[in-house]
């Protein structure tokens, strides 16, 4: 998930209406071609026995069958959310990505088998002007479908687009090599056929594997890019000066243009609850007007920062870098319950650190414990997008400091 995909959310009907006209016809270009090539390439094959030649041809019939799936999931992705589905199909476009991929998998399986078939057996090439041609033309027509698909998938932000781009760009360094092994064997007689056919077989698994990992990840739930989670936490600080901090935000893909996002927002907890819900409903309106952005916001209520409380949170940074730099410590809140004073907060440490929870937490009790042994320490573990754990507050009634 990128800010391009969140300018993508922002379009109007027009706007989403234009985005399924463009991919379609870029579909329907593709198909067009990569039919011709297939047809050209398996008959130039034939001509010279040339396995690389055959194998790269049917490659172009598994990439006309790739675009037909480009197509159908532009159109499918666009339906509007019904009961079925109340978050829309845009998820269709990962879906048709991962198909792609698999039709690359299975056609560089097929080639790699072959192709280790005719390293063992080696059979005599017959090269002639038409197979010069048509892979010289092949190599012209896949650069060119890879920079008109890479361009649409910038534009529209398409993983469909960047799977079709992908896989072209690997036909065409894939192509470069069997005309470098034609070539080899008309000027001195070395037969790289079966080679050459393996290289192509390493790029079209090589593009599938990596197509295939990214959609794997974008169903099960990647996290956002720091672009646009910045830009989120940006706007949000400065659509009013009541907003002391942000925390906590989680944004959730549910396809191309179709994002849902949810943070924590820390305002003073000297405004009134209904200043406070205002304030947030405001920005979430903006969010949605503007971006297209379903977002919903949570208020932390906090205390301006008095002398106590500059000392406490200064003690909780240096416990946390004692970890590391990268901990943070945020929603800090000090109250009294009948028998206690309490403060609770929530620590957030980043993947890589490997350390037990009930270790964090005495860390930050060593920290406060010399200073304030009055204070009972409530402490909430967060790694990545999850709180790993945390401590319960006491009920009972609960007084503000």
Not at 237 to 254: A, C
Not at 272 to 297: M, N, P, Q, T
């Amino acid at each position: 998930m990128d800010l391009q995909e969140l300018k993508i959310a922002a379009q109007d009907g027009v706007e989403a209406r234009e985005r399924k006209s463009q991919g379609v016809r870029a579909a329907i270009l593709g198909i067009s071609l990569n039919i011709f090539l297939a047809i050209s390439k398996l008959l130039a094959g034939y001509l010279s026995g040339s396995v690389a030649i055959s194998a790269d041809g049917w490659n172009n019939v598994s990439d006309a069958f790739s675009s037909v799936v480009t197509l159908l999931s532009f159109v499918y992705s666009s339906k509007p959310a019904d009961k079925e589905h109340p978050f829309g199909h845009a998820r269709a476009e990962y879906i048709a990505s991962s198909i792609i991929a698999l039709g690359m998998l299975i056609v560089g399986l097929s080639l790699a088998r072959q192709s280790i078939e005719r390293i063992i057996t080696p059979v005599d090439l017959s090269f002639d002007l038409i197979s010069y041609l048509s892979l010289g033309f092949s190599i012209a027509v896949k650069g060119f479908l890879f920079f008109f698909y890479q361009a649409r998938a910038n534009r529209l932000s398409s993983p469909a687009m960047r799977a079709s781009a992908k896989d072209s760009l690997a036909d065409t360094l894939a192509t470069l090599a069997v005309l470098f092994s034609t070539i080899a064997f008309t000027l001195w007689g070395v037969n790289l056929d079966g080679l050459a056919g393996l290289i192509v077989s390493v790029f079209i698994l090589w593009s599938a594997i990596d197509i295939m990992r990214n959609m794997i990840n974008r169903l099960i739930g990647s996290p956002p890019s720091n672009e646009l989670e910045n830009h989120i936490i940006d706007e949000i600080m400065e659509s009013d000066p009541r907003i002391i901090g942000v925390h906590d935000l989680l944004v959730h893909d549910y396809g191309p243009g179709n994002m849902h996002a949810s943070a924590h927002v820390e305002i003073d907890s000297k405004i009134s609850f209904i200043a406070a819900h205002l304030l947030l409903d405001r920005i979430e309106r903006r969010f949605y007007d503007e971006y297209g952005l379903e977002l919903v916001l949570h208020a932390d209520p906090t205390s301006l920062k008095d002398p106590l409380s500059k000392e406490l949170e200064e003690l909780l940074y240096q416990a946390a870098h004692s970890i590391d730099e990268k901990v943070d410590v945020h929603d800090l809140q000090q109250f009294e319950t009948e028998n206690e004073s309490i403060l609770a907060f929530d620590v957030s440490l980043p993947d890589e650190i490997e350390i037990d929870d009930d270790e964090v937490r005495q860390t930050f009790r060593d920290s406060i414990a010399h200073a304030h042994p009055e204070l009972q320490l409530i402490i909430a573990v967060e790694r990545a997008y999850q709180t790993s754990s945390t401590e319960q507050i006491p009920e009972g009634d609960i007084k503000e400091k």
